[in-house]
Each structure stands twice: as structure tokens, then as C-alpha cells.
């Protein structure tokens, strides 16, 4: 076969792969879904942390004109102390019994997202809103020193809103929120006002609901229909995706392959995983209980400790998770963190958290604005690269190895 005849036939070839992703059944379910249209997409809502934080914060506060009086309000304040491990926080009774007339919600006071505060309860709540860009350096532990330079007889409460509920990496005082738990409260709210506020509000807050479930949220049925598309038409869209740029998905690719490649020799399960987390764990894990008793949650599946290259927008960090478990193995993982520190770098020692707890934590990567040329780009892979290889050479084998030996002592 001449090489004429062999490029013909790969032509054909990729002509009947993108055909048939063109005419596949899930693909047209998959724009049914997308093509209905959403006002939050349109005025280019979805990465705008500003419009995020303006809509939440427009519908937290009882004084607006939404008609939602204090319902999501009281449904936020519920669902944080219900759900998450807070220091000093009021009994569910005091927040359902709350006059909710008494507080307030302010947007950028101070540089903070959204303050909700209460004179006659002595309350303050901080929350910070991080789509995909990081933490400042310093930014949680700056705007709690000027909430408790300005509330000094208040409680006072701080909560980081991700997509995922990532704990935040310098300041354990802070409560990891997900999109997620957001989703969770304007659903409940949604269910509670539906028949009583106007068409308008209702309209508003579906659409919302969508768009971050479109772009946001991870174990969607959208997501899951992707994710199914993807390996039915696997050749066919990753052509489509090397012809677009972009950068997220640029390094998504670039770590996912590198433990594809590295699997064997590292030893380790891949987890699922998204542009914006790439999981992994030892093997070596895999026979003790905790990695199979998780409460299958979080990343699709019932391991509790899984590594995490977080791709943001800034940055690439890489944590240990330890994830959703209510077996007694997770606080003995924590404790044992917490006493090698020298081991488990930059570990949130403060207190276990209910759901997600990061034990380990360091920087791959700083993403420069400045990388527009190839070259610049190549250095920058190849710097990732080795910093990686440099984990896997150091940190790597000592958390795995005293993991191990926690959990072969407790078995």
C-alpha cells in the first residue's frame, strides 16, 4: 500500500469517527440539554466570580426585592451549621428562631465577597467566593483580622466557597463550601417559595441552578452524559480538542497523561477526575478498609484518601485528601498527619473536618501570564514535569510508606 493510499484511508477513517460523533444519539441528547437558553451564560456569568457573588449575595439578603424574604437566607445559615464542623456555633433552634428583619448581607465590604451580620444576635459570617482562581497570599487570615478588629464581641464565622469544597490552604479558621452545598440550598429554597413568588425570581434562580450545573458542578447528569460521550467517541473529540486552545485543558492533559504514562512504575490507581482535579492514589492503599468504605460521594468513588492535583486558573497545587469516611481510620490518619508534620507538609491541624480535610499540601506550579510562545510554554511543562518527578522521588514515598505503617498498626 503506497502512501497515497494510506492517508486516504486515515482520512476515511477520521471522516467516520466525527461523522459519527456528529450523528450520535447521546451527542444530540447532549445539546438538547445545553440549547435551551440561559441568561447567566449570556452576560458571560459563569467564570465571573463578581457576578456570582452579587447574585448569592442579592438573594441572601432579606431586605431586597426578591420577594424570598429571609428563606434562603435561613436555609444557608442552616445547611453550614448542620453540615459542617463549626467552632462556637449557634444550636439550629437559634437559627431557625432567628429574626432574620435584623440582618444585613453587604457585598465587597472591605474587599470580602459577602458579609451577613446581625446587631442584636452579635453575628458575623465572612463568606469568599473562588471559582477557579486561588487564595491570595494571605487574603483569609487579612480579612479575619479586620472582622475581628471591627466585631470584637461578635461570633464570628468565615466560609470559602469553591466549586469542590477545597479546604483552604493557610487558614484552617475558614469552612470549605462547595457549589455544591450552594446547589443543595437553592433547590430547597427553590421547593419552599416555587408556589408563592413571582415568575421573575423563580426564572432566575432555574436558571442559575443551570448554569453552574452545566459548568460547574461535577457529578451531574450532564457531566456524566460527557463523560459517556467521551468514551464512545474518544478519538474523534480528541482531535476536536487539539485544535482548541486552551490552557486549563492544555495542563488537565498534561497531568493526567503524565500518571497515565507513569502508572506502573508509580504503582498507583487513578480516580476520576476533571479539567480542574486530577486524583490518584497508591496501590498500596487499596488493601486497607479506608480505601474501601468511603461514602462514594466524592470522585465517584469509596476510596477516603486521594491525591489531588488542583489545576486553577493561577496556580497547580497538589494535595492528600482525606475524603468522606465514618469509619474511626480517618481520625487516626489525621492525628498521625498532624503528629509528622515534618512528613505531611502544610497539614490543617486545627480540627478534622467532617467531609474533606487536606493533611499535605505544596506548590507545582505559578502560572505566568506571560507564557505566549512555545518556547516559553515547553519551559513551562517541562518545569511542571520536574517538580512532579521531584514529588513522586521525595514526598511521595514517605507519605505512602507511613500511611502503611498507620494503618498495617490499626488494621
Known amino acids: 500500500m503506497n502512501k497515497s493510499t494510506c492517508k486516504q484511508h486515515l482520512d476515511d477513517s477520521i471522516e467516520l469517527k ?4 456528529l450523528f450520535s444519539a447521546e451527542l444530540e441528547e447532549l445539546e438538547d440539554s445545553l440549547n435551551g437558553f440561559n441568561i447567566f451564560e449570556a452576560i458571560g456569568a459563569v467564570n465571573s466570580e463578581l457576578r456570582h457573588s452579587n447574585f448569592l449575595g442579592f438573594l441572601l439578603d432579606p431586605s ?5 424574604m429571609s428563606k434562603c437566607l435561613s436555609n444557608f445559615l442552616y445547611h453550614f451549621f448542620n453540615e459542617f464542623d463549626v467552632n462556637n456555633a449557634p444550636s439550629l433552634i437559634d437559627v431557625g428562631c432567628y429574626d432574620y428583619s435584623d440582618f444585613s448581607v453587604e457585598r465587597e465590604w472591605r474587599n470580602i ?10 453575628f458575623v459570617l465572612a463568606i469568599e467566593n473562588k471559582i477557579w482562581s486561588g487564595e491570595h497570599s494571605d487574603q483569609l487570615t487579612r480579612y479575619q483580622k479586620i472582622i475581628e478588629e471591627q466585631y470584637p464581641s461578635y461570633k464570628r464565622y468565615y466560609a470559602l466557597l469553591t466549586p469542590s469544597g477545597l479546604p483552604p490552604e493557610n487558614n484552617e479558621d475558614w469552612v470549605a463550601i462547595s457549589y455544591e452545598d450552594i446547589s443543595e440550598i437553592l433547590h430547597k429554597t427553590l421547593k419552599k417559595v416555587k408556589s408563592t413568588s413571582s415568575n421573575s425570581v423563580v426564572f432566575a434562580i432555574e436558571q442559575y441552578l443551570q448554569m453552574i450545573e452545566r459548568h460547574i458542578l461535577e457529578d451531574t447528569d450532564i457531566s456524566k452524559l460527557c463523560k459517556k460521550i467521551y468514551k464512545q467517541h474518544k478519538q474523534a473529540l480528541d482531535l476536536i480538542f487539539e485544535h482548541r486552545p486552551d490552557k486549563a485543558s492544555e495542563t ?3 497531568l493526567s497523561k ?5 502508572q506502573e512504575t508509580l504503582n498507583i490507581d487513578l480516580a476520576h477526575s476533571s479539567k480542574s482535579y486530577v486524583r490518584f492514589s497508591p496501590k498500596e492503599w487499596g488493601e486497607f478498609d479506608i480505601q474501601k ?9 469509596e476510596r477516603t484518601l486521594l491525591f489531588e492535583f488542583v489545576n486553577r486558573v493561577d496556580s497547580i497545587i497538589l494535595v492528600l485528601i482525606i475524603g468522606p469516611n465514618d469509619g474511626e481510620q480517618r481520625n487516626i490518619i489525621f492525628e498521625h498527619a498532624c503528629d509528622n508534620k515534618q512528613i505531611f507538609k502544610n497539614v490543617r491541624s486545627k480540627k478534622l473536618a467532617n467531609k474533606w480535610h487536606r493533611i499535605y499540601n505544596i506548590s507545582i506550579s505559578k502560572k505566568s501570564k506571560s507564557v505566549n510562545h512555545d518556547e516559553d510554554e515547553e519551559a513551562f511543562n517541562n518545569q511542571i514535569i520536574k517538580n512532579i518527578d521531584e514529588f513522586f522521588a521525595g514526598d511521595y514515598k514517605k507519605i505512602k510508606e507511613s500511611i502503611v505503617r498507620v494503618l498495617s498498626d490499626n488494621s
Request: glycine residues 8%.
Open 293 to 301: 468504605s468511603g461514602t462514594g460521594e466524592w470522585a465517584s468513588t
Open 113 to 122: 465577597d459577602i458579609l451577613i451580620v446581625s446587631e442584636r444576635y452579635r
Open 252 to 254: 488537565y492533559d498534561l
Open 64 to 68: 431586597q426585592n426578591h420577594g424570598l
Open 258 to 262: 503524565y500518571l497515565e504514562k507513569n
Open 18 to 21: 466525527l461523522s459519527s460523533l
